[in-house]
């Protein structure tokens, strides 16, 4: 039986990967389909966990439909964890990231590789009638010297995992190594109960 939920996000690359990480597991994915309801969601969490749960609360609340909602980013530790949850609004609303990658690497232009460590994480929120949960993923690596790479979306040109940034790998490759993949599986194996 098909397990349907909705996505709180107007981000198409990331409901595609949602999409194609949950298919597997039978569940199917929803887009909102209300951007007016997406555009006014206040994200103001500390956490990525805070955020991706006011969210889910502010879609479920809305439709009535079990709602995922995940809060991801980029903590660089030579950056003391930035651009961590502001990695979607890092340098303003409407930087590109093409702008936000180079300014990355620009800042880290002094420091060997040893010190160039970094994490994506993510928060993926589940918010029923029954209740809310939270699952998160992680994945480690390293800032790069330069981008490379077409696939993928955000910061994944300049994230290296063994060599490889996470937009040279296939979706595949991605999803079995990223924080996002982690924490949709982690959500996945626990759905059946939740819904």
Known sequence: ??????????????????????????????????????????????TFEENALIKARAVFAAKGIPTIADDSGLCVDALGGAPGVYSARYMGEGTSYRVKNAAIIASLNNIGEQARTASFR?????????????????????????????????????????????????????????????????????IDTLL
């Open 1 to 46: 039986m098909s397990k349907r939920v909705l996505a709180a996000t107007h981000n198409r690359e990331k409901l595609a990967e949602l999409s194609r990480i949950l298919a597997p597991y039978g569940v199917e994915v929803l887009p909102c389909g209300d951007g007016e309801l997406l555009a006014s969601i206040v994200e103001d969490g500390a």
């Open 122 to 190: 993510c928060a993926v929120a589940l918010v029923t009638s029954k209740g809310e949960h939270v699952f998160t993923g992680r994945c480690d690596g390293v800032i790069g010297y330069e981008p490379r790479g077409e696939n993928g979306f955000g910061y994944d040109p300049i994230f290296y995992v063994d060599g490889r940034t996470t937009a040279e790998r296939t979706d595949e490759e991605k999803d079995a190594i990223s924080h996002r993949g982690r924490a949709l599986r982690a959500l996945a194996q626990a």
